[in-house]
């Protein structure tokens, strides 16, 4: 199934909605796990898709698959997420520059400082 970003941001929106909509107690983790897919709110207190990366007593470390930050999130405060919210693809993917060289002559170029040498500028 292909989804372009607009379609994605709106399922956001309708996670958020969703989740919004509901009382606190309804669908609350039981037994969360390291690796649960789950709902929670970020920081701007609207619910995201995450992923518990660590549980330290009544707290979880999760990672919000759509913005790729983590937070520190109460047990309580975890939902289980609706099937049909994991269709859609996470919005941030894990990226690498291969081959990749910046020496400090290239970022000088682009910042237009010249670089002297004694024998005369650098290149």
Known sequence: ML???????????NIDNYYSSLPESELTITNPQVGT?????????????S????????????????NGKSEEIPLSQLRQIEPRFVVCPKLVRATSLWNFFLSIFNVMAVLGVGVSFEGGEAD
């Open 3 to 13: 989804f372009s970003l607009q379609a994605q941001l709106a399922e956001l929106d």
């Open 51 to 66: 992923k518990i990366t660590a549980i330290n007593g009544n707290m979880a470390s999760v990672l919000f698959v759509d």
């Open 37 to 49: 897919a789950c709902v929670t709110r970020f920081t701007d207190q609207r619910f995201y898709r």
